[in-house]
């Protein structure tokens, strides 16, 4: 048997959000319920993603969270592309929930050059805020990554794409 068995869907109680904002974070929650590994198979690939960087060192928490966070960026450009075929009519939530988000300074840029921040961080914003931040740049080189990452459609793809980054 496939699919989800048994979840228990955790979400955040936010206070004076829109129904889009709302509804953009129970689709997105609902997505990584469908389609990403419980949290124990979540973390250990993650560990194993830096014990593969990094062979031969103890991974450390903190290289453990940051591999967590590629992971999660990653995996958030998948699930929401697929929760936006899967229910088309969410789209117009996410449009405008992500802007709600941006204009709440949620991701902390209104004071910020976004093409200032690291790669994994303007490609969040980039997969998060879509037309909201359409003038993010980047190289040539990160490119080539920000079309793995558009074409992303398995979970695997998503762990070999974490290590490759």
């Not at 048997?1 to 109680?13: K, N, R």
């Not at 994994?120 to 990160?142: A, P, Q, W």
Request: net charge negative; aromatic share 10%.
């Amino acid at each position: 048997m496939t699919g989800v068995q048994t979840c228990a869907l955790p979400i955040s109680v936010w206070q004076g959000i829109s129904n889009d904002l709302e509804d953009l974070l129970l689709v997105h929650e609902t997505g990584h319920a469908l389609d990403t590994p419980d949290a124990e198979t979540y973390k250990k690939t993650a560990d194993d993603i830096a014990a593969k960087a990094f062979p031969g060192e103890k991974v450390s928490d903190a290289l453990a969270r940051t591999v967590q966070g590629f992971l999660n960026v990653i995996e958030d450009a998948r699930i929401d592309k697929r929760q936006k075929r899967r229910y088309p009519g969410c789209r117009r939530n996410y449009l405008l929930g992500y802007k709600e988000l941006v204009e709440r300074d949620f991701f902390g840029t209104a004071k910020r050059d976004i093409n200032s921040m690291n790669f994994i961080d303007r490609l969040n914003l980039y997969f998060k805020g879509g037309n909201i931040h359409s003038n993010i740049t980047f190289t040539s080189e990160e490119k080539v990554f920000l079309k793995k990452v558009e074409n992303a459609e398995t979970w695997d793809e998503v762990v070999s794409l974490t290590e490759e980054i």
